[in-house]
């Protein structure tokens, strides 16, 4: 299979039951690629926020694409409160793995490194730590004064979705500082990415573009995709659409709206 | 010269940063952002000039290694002051970002516990900042515990909490005596005000001064020189603060 495919085959790429790694909303988010997972129909995804989801969760949380969630948080930021997440807890629809920040950051350098589990400070005597059966508390095994430390399982996403604003024809995709998406695709078995260009030149043969660049090795597919972050923003390139983010809270207040929401912006299954 | 409240607890907030080094900021806080651009432009070229990292956008943001580095760099002591807020908090510190109700199917779902059950832990000062002053944000006991305001002996604890600042007023807690301590009620409020809308118990001194409001000098350059670097990062905060001013 090519490596660069159109929006609706990356989708078709992503099966029912992975696990999703996404990045937060001030992250080059795929939202078209969302958009086209829920147009696809995907089912019981484990969906994973690097480390804190927004409007493409509450988008698959709201089209029934979730089973599970891990995430430190899911905001719609400054707008207010993400509907059909706050919905599909209340109603128990997902399970939610809450956690802290860091604590996705580490379990996925974990998986970087091939390592099965990492440890992190904080968290002790906390409730997100007591819901959390999968961490483990230990003592610190080299310093006996040091006190417990808390030891987190590496995770390995099956696919990450990232958005970029520049890929090339090798497969390679430069994501700048955005370095958070290094680290979900260095994790993953394979990255799935939405492009807004892709170049003729090589990323790699210059350092100034080399140092931002993830290399082909870690990409599955790329899909050229103009505008893939709207209605969210895209850094140094387009703001987030902020009247379409109001108005989608506004219709995602309800389900019925949510779902005609979907029908306007072509998600339609 | 008159405030508004947002300038005020912007100034309430900078007076509590003047001996801190490097103040880090995190999502959606335009009120501690605007807070320590403030002492860092006060403190400009001195001895003590404060250091700023802000996560919530691009401008005032020098990290360049992804979304890991705000907490790579506060495990290891290199900042010493942080922001958490509380859909509850109660009066052990102990700080509630995640809903209200019996977890997880919670009565009211809020987004998540953030860097906070980290954070808390790690930077030696953390300001609360929760502007509503109600019995249902101040309770008895929160109902899940993002992060707990104090941790038993043996546990790696260099972090917690150093001020909440609310609509109301300034307090401050000691970490021995797990309690919050009312320092100062803000002008146009009283004591038994705090009293009245607090659902925790706290220290009240015999003295409770007014909360001092902000210096002519201050005001002006927080109107002149801070909003608009602060409208970098929150542009819809400054309009709404800023341009009714005066």
């Known amino acids: 299979m090519s490596l660069f495919t159109s929006l609706d085959d990356l989708a078709q790429q992503v099966p029912d039951q992975s696990l999703v790694v996404l990045p937060p909303d001030y992250s080059n988010v795929p939202v078209a690629a969302v958009l086209a997972l829920i147009r696809r129909g995907v089912k019981d995804l484990h969906l994973l926020f690097a480390p804190i989801g927004g409007i493409a969760g509450d988008l698959l949380i709201g089209a029934g694409c979730v089973k599970t969630l891990e995430a430190a948080a899911i905001t719609m930021g400054e707008a207010g409160l993400a509907p059909r997440f706050s919905e599909a807890i209340q109603s128990n629809a997902i399970t939610m793995k809450d956690s802290t920040c860091p604590a996705i950051h580490t379990a ?3 998986s970087e490194k091939g390592v099965p589990f990492m440890p992190l400070r904080g968290l002790i005597g906390s409730d997100v730590l007591k819901n959390r059966s999968d961490w483990q508390v230990i003592d610190d095994p080299f310093d006996k004064d040091s006190g417990p430390i808390v030891l987190l399982p590496a995770i390995q996403p099956d696919i990450a979705m990232i958005h970029a604003p520049l890929a090339d024809r090798e497969g390679n995709v430069w994501i700048g500082k955005r370095r958070e998406l290094v680290t979900m695709a260095h994790a993953a078995k394979t990255t799935l990415v939405t492009a807004e260009k892709i170049q003729d030149k090589n990323l790699l043969e ?8 993830l290399p082909d090795m870690y990409v599955g597919a790329i899909a050229e995709v103009e505008k893939g972050c709207w209605p969210l923003g895209l850094a140094g390139h387009y703001l987030p659409d902020t ?9 995602a207040a309800t389900q019925s709206g949510f779902e005609d929401w979907l029908k306007a912006n072509g998600a339609i299954r | 010269m008159t405030c508004n409240q947002d300038e005020f607890l912007i100034c309430t ?7 801190s080094r490097h103040v880090a900021v995190g999502m959606a806080s335009p009120v501690p952002g605007s807070a320590a651009l403030l002492v860092r432009e006060e ?24 979304g890991r580095e705000l907490f790579d760099c506060s495990g290891q002591g290199r900042i010493d002051t942080f922001f958490l807020g509380g859909v509850q908090i109660d009066g052990q510190a102990n ?23 980290y954070m808390y832990f790690v930077v030696p000062r953390v300001i609360l900042f929760r502007p509503e002053h109600t019995r249902r944000v101040f309770v008895p006991e929160v109902d899940f515990i993002s992060a707990p305001g104090t941790s038993g002996k043996g546990v ?5 909490p150093y001020a909440l600042v609310t609509e109301l007023c300034l307090m401050m807690f000691d970490r021995r005596q797990k309690r919050f301590r009312l320092t100062s009620v803000h002008p146009g409020h009283s004591i038994e005000e705090v009293l009245d809308n607090t659902g925790f118990e706290f220290d009240i001194p015999e003295q409770v001064p007014e909360t001092p409001g902000p210096s002519d000098n201050r005001l002006n350059m927080l109107r002149s020189k801070i909003s608009p670097e602060i409208a970098k990062t929150y542009p819809e905060f400054v309009s709404r603060v800023f341009d009714t001013a005066d």
């Open chain 1, 108 to 110: 996925l350098q974990a």
């Open chain 1, 206 to 213: 210059d350092d100034l573009t080399a140092a931002g660049t």
């Open chain 1, 243 to 251: 009247d379409m983010l109001a108005e989608y809270l506004k219709q």
């Open chain 2, 13 to 19: 907030i900078a007076s509590l940063l003047e001996s």
């Open chain 2, 43 to 66: 403190t400009k070229g001195q001895i003590n000039a404060l250091r700023l990292s802000m996560i919530g956008g691009d401008a005032n943001n020098p990290f360049t290694d992804g």
């Open chain 2, 95 to 117: 700080i509630n970002l995640v809903g209200t109700g019996q977890y997880p199917n919670m009565d009211r779902r809020f987004p998540g516990s953030f860097g906070s059950a």
């Open chain 2, 156 to 160: 790696y604890r260099p972090g917690g």
